[in-house]
């Protein structure tokens, strides 16, 4: 159950919300594969093959070297790829793809912490490029997501320079946290994955949100709570208040320039390639800290 609305007098507080699995139904950029290939990036045996690891990515029954061999798939894919046009595609097919995967429930609770005056941060192993415009939809105050090299052809050259997976999540969440002010033992934290149990460790409420099995037991042993989230719905068959334009986002923990492949790409990628977070933000017009 949610706190009442924050005391104005005490440190703010935010509510982290992981992307796939959580306030989505699928993995965001995988979820991209066929806008993808209608827009010449990749061809159709690599849409079977995203198909496939879309696959995997929802059961959650890949072995490490099935996850390493998808991995090396995923980074190979979106080298030479041109990131505007990867953010062209993404803007272009965003609310008929999305829209419709978002979970009613994840929906409701970023309208219940915005109602008590928490800030809402979507913390995603996805890249920017998915990420930022997915949080603009949400409503979300800031974007925490990973980020691949670009050349100086405004291309990528197929390596990851910042992952926003497990402990590096944490990371970012005590960054924001010291930069905002926030009062992690008041703020709230949502995942589906074990990989997220050190962002959920790093809040005073945190939540397991249609966990696999590791998380499950972790959360189950923990006492935190187990949400169930199961009913997708378009945004705009909600209230009228979610069907207004959406707003800009605030990028925080390195998430400018992440790669378009990575939901799949960090999701699969060995944990001993870790670099530290860096922060670039850009505020929203007449505003310092919305």
Not at 17 to 35: E, P, R, W
Not at 137 to 153: F, K, S, W
Not at 192 to 215: I, K, Q, W
Request: hydrophobic share 40%.
């Amino acid at each position: 159950m949610l706190d009442p609305v924050e005391n104005r007098s005490l440190p703010r507080t935010a509510a982290f919300f992981d992307l796939d699995k959580t306030v989505i139904a699928k993995s965001s950029t995988l979820t991209f594969s066929k806008s993808f290939y209608q827009g010449g990036l990749i061809n159709r045996r690599a849409v079977l093959r995203t198909a496939y690891t879309q696959f995997v990515f929802l059961a959650g029954g890949a072995d490490h070297d099935q996850m390493e061999r998808m991995r090396a798939y995923l980074s190979s894919l979106c080298r030479g790829w041109n990131v505007q046009q990867v953010k062209e595609i993404v803007a272009e097919t965003l609310h008929d793809l999305i829209d419709p995967i978002i979970y009613d429930e994840a929906a409701s609770l970023i309208e219940e912490h915005h109602a008590a005056g928490r800030d809402v941060v979507i913390v995603s192993t996805s890249g920017a490029e998915v990420v930022e415009p997915i949080g603009e939809l949400l409503g979300a105050d800031r974007v925490v997501a990973t980020r691949m090299v670009v050349g100086e052809d405004g291309c990528y050259t197929g390596d990851v320079e910042y992952y926003a997976y497990g402990p590096t999540k944490a990371e970012a969440v005590r960054e924001l946290a010291e930069s905002e002010g926030y009062d992690l033992t008041r703020c709230y934290a949502y995942s589906d994955s074990a990989t997220d149990v050190p962002m959920l460790e790093a809040v005073g409420h945190p939540h397991a949100v249609n966990p696999d099995r590791t998380l499950r037991k972790e959360a189950v042993a923990r006492e935190w709570p187990i949400l169930d989230f199961h009913r997708p719905v378009r945004l705009k068959q909600r209230l009228p208040s979610l069907s207004r334009p959406p707003r800009p986002v605030l990028v925080a923990a390195a998430a400018v320039g992440a790669a378009a492949v990575t939901a799949g790409v960090v999701w699969l990628t060995a944990r001993s390639r870790r670099s530290p977070a860096a922060t670039q933000r850009s505020g929203r017009p007449g505003s310092a800290s919305a």
